[in-house]
């Protein structure tokens, strides 16, 4: 049976994808790098950690789940290392390339260069999910890279001698599409696009020239190209991620105004949007936003805005009703039937992630399944009270 985003809450939720690596498995990456321990050693570590992941994950009562990206270097790289610190790094690749983001506590994530061509994946997500279905009783989604953060790879303003971009960006864009198939091959529900460079491309910091190149339209076109290639019915399944950032609790863009991004965002003909929201200053103007940009008709599809109702990098765990109280606040100005509910980010986008806010990351993944928890009831909380409960029993 096909999976039915609203049987068992009225209003759909879901899980943006990431959540903190246990401190036994990041060491264990850290002695991988070191040459300490074989892949083997890690990855029956990462095997554990993503047992452990579904499991708890199941045990929240969420209707769909996922493995937390417990096998990952991170929601950008899965397919080109094996690690942050670049082991097992995918060929024609080096490292030294643009940053990928500059947080608001001072640190960086970096991004591998291309050096030349064709561009292929090391590894696709449909590897590590194969692996996770066998564990799973429910439906499981799966987090994707956009093809935008992966075009970051090739030089701003740059050519790679014998490589165009536009060569290359055809060869990135085949390798997405091949991603998403081969994961609804393999058994996904739902995919969502991970696309936090969307509103970092609004930023303008002169530390990180990217974010001042005008990018936001051609990665909306890039994203396009790919998402363009599925038809409606699976077009409905696929989703877009989008929040200003959540690393080692800290964010990348929370101050670009999210006007700039959000009229853009819904130009992408994907079924559903994952947005950021809990952690948003002036909530009532982005409800206002998201309605006014929200499609009905994305090319024979409509569009549902899944907004933010847990923040992940505070460790103060929301209620259930605080949850179904922004979701009674959002429903207001979004129509009902295009209403859903999520997190505000991945817990751990990156697989070394210390959760400063938390004290550790071992806390830190206690606290989100205790989130989790409370945002499915409170999401049922909320769809009782808007009659979509009942609407479905009748």
């Not at 080096?94 to 050096?115: E, K, S």
């Not at 009674?328 to 999520?342: H, M, N, S």
């Not at 505000?344 to 399944?369: L, M, T, V, W, Y």
Request: glycine content about 8%.
């Amino acid at each position: 049976m096909a999976y039915d985003p609203r049987a068992s809450t009225g209003i759909p939720t879901e899980p943006v994808g990431s959540l903190p690596r246990p401190a036994k498995l990041q060491a264990a990456y850290t002695a991988y790098d070191a040459g300490k321990i074989t892949r083997q050693q890690l990855e029956a570590e990462q095997d554990e950690a993503a047992a452990d992941s579904i499991k708890r994950m199941e045990d929240t009562g969420s209707p769909i789940v996922s493995d937390g990206e417990q096998r990952w270097s991170s929601f950008a790289t899965y397919p080109l290392t094996d690690t942050l610190a670049g082991t097992g790094l995918a060929a024609n690749l080096a490292g030294g390339g643009q940053y990928f983001a500059i947080f608001a506590d001072g640190h960086h994530r970096q991004l591998p260069r291309l050096t030349g061509g064709p561009f292929r994946y090391k590894t696709y997500a449909a590897d590590s999910l194969k692996k996770s279905l066998k564990l799973a009783r429910r439906p499981m989604k799966q987090a994707v890279i956009a093809p935008s953060m992966l075009d970051l790879l090739y030089p701003l303003n740059e050519e790679i001698p014998g490589y165009s971009r536009a060569q290359f960006e055809a060869d990135l864009c085949n390798e997405c599409e091949k991603d998403i198939r081969q994961a609804f091959a393999a058994g996904a529900a739902r995919i969502s696009i991970d696309f936090t460079e969307g509103r970092l491309a609004c930023r303008g910091d002169a530390r990180n020239p990217w974010t001042g190149a005008g990018m936001l339209p051609h990665f909306i076109e890039l994203n396009n190209r790919v998402i363009d290639r599925f038809g409606p019915e699976d077009r409905r399944r696929i989703g877009i991620h989008t929040c200003p950032g959540g690393d080692r609790d800290s964010v990348h863009s929370a101050d670009v105004p999210y006007n700039s991004l959000l009229p853009s965002l819904f130009k992408m003909n994907a079924g559903y949007f994952l947005i950021q929201l809990k952690s948003e200053r002036n909530q009532e103007d982005v409800y206002k936003d998201i309605a006014a940009n929200l499609r009905s008709d994305a090319n024979g599809i409509k569009q549902m805005a899944y907004i933010g109702v847990i923040n992940p990098g505070n460790p103060r765990v929301e209620t259930a009703q605080e949850v179904c109280d922004q979701l009674l606040a959002a429903a207001k100005y979004i129509p009902k039937d295009q209403l859903g509910a999520t997190d505000d980010c991945g817990f751990s986008p990156f697989s070394i992630d210390e959760k400063p806010n938390h004290g550790s990351p071992d806390f830190a993944r206690d606290i989100a399944f205790q989130k989790i928890a409370n945002r499915i009831a409170g999401t049922r909380m909320a769809a009782e009270k808007l009659g979509l409960l009942q609407d479905r029993a009748a």
